[in-house]
């Protein structure tokens, strides 16, 4: 089963239909021999997730849009679809598991508090933020008071309880930076103690990521390049919640015409706009190498 999970918080641009396009067909037969069998990796499903985690940021209108795009594109996925933020209380469960085993602390930290702690540490002795919880009384005087925190992933932690990170590996069946491919080393300690639980929504999006993926039983995970950092944090949440892994395949990531990789705010782009300037799903499939 491969899945399209994206955040509606802008119109799907050509970077998006390359994506899902890729990730469908995945989930579709290989081979021409196979026509009448669905891929084994992929065991011919896929699902749509809407992941809508923070409301602030997403849009009813841009969850519509998604719908339309893709049916317009000729996809067609399982229905019902998990819209994240109907399932909260799901993400908190993991979370409360992850506190009671000593895995995750508060942080209280603002942003810039954050970039200076990582800033001010001896002879660039912290990349990336590595922190702890703060002695309990602290902590309890700093809750009573009212003070937003976030949960972040204690590294040290999980290295104590998995007795290092040397058997988190994952399959790479596309190609990562530097064409990384085949059987990849997890490295999650390049991403620092990750924030699972933002302050402001109450999960964040590695633990809602890994929790929906196995939940829903993905198999194959499709995305693009720009993810295949988080796979290495991803990769270790599995293991910490006892999660299957599935395989990867992270794709090149569709360019403009100067160069650059798509973004949302490239307006023009849009797959609304696109449909709307009379293109047909067929010539855009096309362009994008899917005949
Ligand atoms: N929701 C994420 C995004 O819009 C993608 C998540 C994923 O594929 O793991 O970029």
């Not at 119109?11 to 037969?29: D, K, N, V």
């Not at 979370?95 to 001896?122: D, H, K, M, N």
């Not at 990867?248 to 949302?264: N, Q, S």
Request: some cysteine.
């Amino acid at each position: 089963m491969t899945r399209f999970a994206p955040s509606p918080t802008g119109y799907l641009h050509r970077g998006h239909a390359y994506s899902a396009l890729t990730a469908f067909e995945a989930s579709r037969p290989a081979a021409l021999e196979s026509a009448l069998e669905p891929s084994l990796e992929s065991g011919g499903r896929f699902i749509l997730r809407i992941e809508d985690i923070d409301r602030t940021r997403c849009r009813a209108d841009y969850e519509a849009a998604i719908y339309e795009d893709l049916a317009w594109l000729g996809l067609s996925w399982e229905t019902p679809v998990r819209r994240q933020s109907e399932h909260m209380a799901h993400y908190g469960a993991a979370l409360r598991g992850l506190a009671q085993r000593g895995l995750i602390y508060r942080c209280f930290r603002t942003r810039r508090e954050v970039a200076w702690a990582i800033e001010s540490a001896p002879h660039g002795a912290m990349e990336v933020f590595r922190g702890e919880a703060l002695p309990s009384a602290d902590e309890a005087r700093r809750i009573a008071a009212g003070e937003p925190y976030a949960w972040r992933l204690s590294l040290g932690a999980a290295e104590r309880a998995l007795g290092g990170f040397g058997a988190l590996t994952f399959h790479e069946t596309g190609e990562g930076p530097d064409g990384q491919h085949g059987l990849i080393q997890a490295r999650p300690e390049l991403g620092g103690d990750v924030v699972l639980a933002r302050k402001d929504v109450g999960v964040a999006y590695h633990l809602a990521v890994v929790s929906d993926d196995a939940l829903q039983g993905v198999t194959q995970i499709v995305r693009g390049q720009d993810l295949f950092e988080a796979t290495h944090v991803q990769r270790l949440l599995q293991a910490l919640l006892g999660y299957p892994t599935p395989t990867y395949r992270h794709h090149r990531l569709v360019t403009g015409a100067d160069g650059r990789r798509l973004a949302k705010r490239d307006r023009a782009q849009t797959l609304r706009d696109l449909r709307g300037s009379g293109m047909t799903p067929q010539a855009l499939r096309a362009e994008l190498g899917f005949g």
